[in-house]
């Protein structure tokens, strides 16, 4: 049996925004009037890197580790979740590389919180700031996102053996 050095992940997340919900992205709370809708907190960049570091070692998805039918995950704020992800990529022998992700959104302009939301994501997963690659863009003002409907994410990990 061949045990592999490094494995890659890759996540995607989409919530729906809404008026008179919180912003929350990348752990950290934004000004905005609207948020996004979920059973969480609903941050999308978080959800999407749990998803690439679950992928990563094909533990399936965050909807199956924390299903948002479960009452303990009402609200429950996402970098909570990110730190069972992480203990759980530890436990398989495995440290977090790097993580590169891009968020989709309208509004709010995010570039000011980025290296708020690096060192957030950095402490978490046990890695520096310059390895969490977070990156924004529009889509133009089509689709849902372009109505400022909703925001999605995408993230991918690399792990390696510790």
């Known amino acids: ?32 009037t609207r948020g996004a809708v979920g059973h969480s907190d609903a941050d999308v960049l978080i959800h999407a890197i749990c998803d690439a570091l679950l992928g990563a070692l094909a533990l399936r998805d965050i909807g199956y580790h924390f299903p948002n039918k479960d009452p303990r995950y009402k609200d429950i704020d996402s970098k909570k979740l990110l730190t069972q992800v992480v203990a759980m990529i530890h436990e398989k022998g495995y440290l977090i590389g790097n993580v590169d992700a891009m968020v989709c959104l309208e509004e709010p302009k995010i570039n ?3 290296p708020e939301m690096q060192k957030i994501l950095a402490e978490i997963m046990h890695i520096s700031p310059d390895e969490v690659s977070i990156k924004a863009t529009t ?16 993230a991918i990990a690399l792990i390696y053996k510790n």
């Open 1 to 32: 049996m061949i045990v592999m050095k490094f494995r890659i992940g890759q996540g995607y997340d989409v919530h729906q925004l809404a008026e008179g919900r919180a912003f929350w992205l990348g752990g950290l709370q934004i000004p905005h």
């Open 112 to 114: 000011p919180y980025i």
């Open 139 to 154: 889509s133009e003002k089509l689709g849902f996102v372009g109505r400022k409907e909703g925001i999605t994410a995408t």
